[in-house]
């Protein structure tokens, strides 16, 4: 076992789970757990909880066959829509997980919602997490129209990188300002 992959988990996300889920259409529980763990490891404990205590239909079931289910639902959907609407309305992911999940697996239809972004890119982005599906893609739409436009990149994977760079870089830059004191101390 190549234990060295996990090390740098985005490019193991990118190449090894991407493509072992566009050939065998569907993903392992470990595979699943890992973009997990890169958009929220803190998520981790409380989305497999949530996947057992919804999902198990029989004493037999446990993650893998959870995930199994949910991933191949998700290879068969036929459109983006259909996709994102298999974790959010079928499996109640809220967008930022779901995104994050989608823009793994296909990553030429979908960005990474993420509240840093939607500060960068201002607007109504924050609040169309919070809508009812239809509003939501729509508003979903607008965002990865936007994340393209101010990032200029001419693709998902890019312009994320390059969004949360800028993020990250912003807020930097404004904590050495501030003497890294918070609104708190």
């Not at 493509?19 to 929220?40: G, M, P, R, T, Y």
């Not at 993650?63 to 298999?86: F, P, R």
């Not at 109504?124 to 607008?142: C, H, N, Q, S, V």
Request: glycine share 2%; with cysteine.
């Amino acid at each position: 076992m190549n234990y060295e992959k996990y090390y740098d988990l985005e490019t193991f996300l990118f190449t090894d789970v991407h493509n072992a889920f566009h050939e065998n259409e569907k993903l392992s529980a470990d595979q699943f757990f890992c973009i997990v763990i890169w958009k929220a490891n803190r998520a981790k404990s409380k989305i497999a909880k949530r996947l057992l205590a919804d999902f198990k239909m029989n004493s037999d079931d446990n993650l893998d066959h959870i995930v199994d289910v949910m991933t191949s639902k998700i290879h068969e959907a036929s459109s983006s829509k259909d996709k994102l609407s298999v974790l959010i309305e079928e499996y109640k992911f809220r967008l930022p997980m779901a995104s994050a999940i989608l823009s793994v697996l296909y990553p030429d239809d979908f960005s990474v919602y993420d509240i840093r972004i939607c500060e960068i890119l201002q607007g109504d982005f924050p609040k169309i997490a919070d809508r009812t599906f239809e509003r939501l893609w729509e508003g979903y739409m607008l965002y990865l129209e936007k994340v393209k436009e101010i990032s200029s990149k001419t693709n998902y994977r890019d312009a994320d990188k390059y969004l949360w760079g800028k993020s990250f870089y912003d807020q930097l830059v404004l904590d050495i300002q501030n003497n890294f004191k918070s609104s708190k101390d």
